[in-house]
T-cell receptor
Framework: ETGVTQTPRHLVMGMTNKKSLKCEQHLGHNAMYWYKQSAKKPLELMFVYNFKEQTENNSVPSRFSPECPNSSHLFLHLHTLQPEDSALYLC?????????????FGSGTQLSVL | DQQVKQNSPSLSVQEGRISILNCDYTNSMFDYFLWYKKYPAEGPTFLISISSIKDKNEDGRFTVFLNKSAKHLSLHIVPSQPGDSAVYFCAASVLRNNAGNMLTFGGGTRLMVKP
């Protein structure tokens, strides 16, 4: 397995459910990211982790809870979401220094909140 | 308020012709600019970048132009090929002062190259 892998690819959940999105990278990177892409909106940065430490939280509501147990894995725990949280959630990784702007994205999880 | 804007949601071009995708930004602190490309059902992939100390960067068929005074950048694809059909995202960052690994993206432009 190479690159950045996200599971599941699709997720439908009710507002009272708890679910988790998983991301795994096999590129030896030390920075990992969660981005959100809503319909007709730009990609929005949610969280940044460098060496497992969260360095950015872009004013994300607490119903989204990230977890980075090691440099290769990143989770996004979801609970009591709202319908407006329906979006494509993209994970990415990069080097923590140098060309950090070259992000390697996963294929995303398309989330629908009913 | 969006700091990076791509005002054309879509663009259609004939194969072999030039494709020009535009991007405007408002934050004068941005000093590094990038283009990403996204195919359906895949994540975006890095395409080309330019530092604010340059006004042009070329990589094969892809050239990015930066006009700092106008806060405008553009991506030229010459010649355009059907395989270039994708959504193109412009992005910007502040590299100086080690401001953190943050990219600000535009809304994207869907390019369709007709055979």
């Amino acid at each position: 397995e190479t690159g950045v892998t996200q599971t599941p690819r699709h997720l439908v959940m009710g507002m009272t459910n708890k679910k988790s999105l998983k991301c795994e990278q096999h590129l030896g990177h030390n920075a990992m990211y969660w981005y959100k892409q809503s319909a007709k909106k730009p990609l929005e940065l949610m969280f940044v982790y460098n060496f497992k430490e969260q360095t950015e939280n872009n004013s994300v509501p607490s119903r989204f809870s990230p977890e980075c147990p090691n440099s290769s894995h990143l989770f996004l725990h979801l609970h009591t979401l709202q319908p407006e949280d329906s979006a494509l959630y993209l994970c990415a990784s990069s080097q923590d220094r140098g060309d950090w702007w070259e992000l390697f994205f996963g294929s995303g999880t398309q989330l629908s909140v009913l | 308020d969006q700091q990076v804007k791509q005002n054309s949601p879509s663009l259609s071009v004939q194969e072999g012709r030039i494709s020009i995708l535009n991007c405007d930004y408002t934050n004068s602190m941005f000093d590094y600019f990038l283009w990403y490309k996204k195919y359906p059902a895949e994540g975006p992939t890095f395409l080309i970048s330019i530092s604010s100390i340059k006004d042009k960067n070329e990589d094969g068929r892809f050239t990015v132009f930066l006009n700092k005074s106008a806060k405008h950048l553009s991506l030229h694809i010459v010649p355009s090929q059907p395989g270039d059909s994708a959504v193109y995202f412009c992005a910007a960052s502040v590299l100086r002062n080690n401001a953190g690994n943050m990219l600000t993206f535009g809304g994207g432009t869907r390019l369709m190259v007709k055979p």
